[in-house]
């Protein structure tokens, strides 16, 4: 064959590579953003599901004591 043949099937190749590879990098980058934005999605709801455990906590507090403002600690 000619060396025009073999460095065209060369350059082939190296394209086939290079998508493949790009191809890998655009799946991970695109999985480690999905697998950031539900770790931050599940610490915003835990978060938020606490506030409002302290919140309605401190509300029934304050019911049944009578008193306006009532300091807490949680031990």
Do not use: P
């Amino acid at each position: 064959m000619a060396d025009h043949v073999h460095q065209e099937m060369t350059r082939n190749w190296i394209l086939v590579y290079l998508r493949l590879v790009l191809l890998i990098v655009i799946k991970d980058v695109f999985l480690s953003l999905v697998s950031f934005l539900n770790k931050s999605k599940n610490l915003m709801d835990r978060t938020l599901h606490e506030i409002h455990s302290c919140i309605t906590y401190s509300f029934l507090v304050r019911r049944q004591s009578g008193f306006g403002i009532v300091f807490h600690s949680k031990a």
